[in-house]
Nanobody, 119 residues
Framework: QVQLVESGGGLVQAGGSLRLSCAAS????????MGWFRQAPGKEREFVAG????????YYADSVKGRFTISRDNGKNSVYLQMTGLKPEDTAVYYC????????????WGQGTQVTVSS
């Protein structure tokens, strides 16, 4: 069992930066691929970024490549999403996720953290 708690969301102007954190509980955290998804009002939840259990493999949605960076610290049971060059279309609730390889399956979700980017 893994429990995920996100933090770091907030209101930021376009072009600004935010760093999201996800703290995980559970002894098996380091064995899970982790990632971030987001859901904007009226839209389906979409994949944003993922990272392998070792941190050696990262992958991103085309919409955030070059602007967002995912990382993890298995010693701290945490995963992070550094977001730069934020755009109003990045406004969404961001969810931390743990699951199968390349997050083709999500086993655990966090409760979400709101990110709002003003123009």
């Amino acid at each position: 069992q893994v429990q995920l708690v996100e933090s770091g969301g907030g209101l930021v102007q376009a072009g600004g930066s935010l760093r999201l954190s996800c703290a995980a509980s559970g002894r098996t955290f380091s064995s899970y691929p982790m990632g971030w998804f987001r859901q904007a009002p009226g839209k389906e939840r979409e994949f944003v970024a993922g990272i392998s259990w070792s941190g050696g493999d990262t992958y991103y949605a085309d919409s955030v490549k070059g602007r967002f960076t995912i990382s993890r610290d298995n010693g701290k049971n945490s995963v992070y999403l550094q977001m730069t060059g934020l755009k109003p279309e990045d406004t969404a609730v961001y969810y931390c996720a743990a699951g199968g390889r390349r997050l083709q399956r999500v086993d655990y979700w966090g409760q979400g953290t709101q990110v709002t980017v003003s123009s």
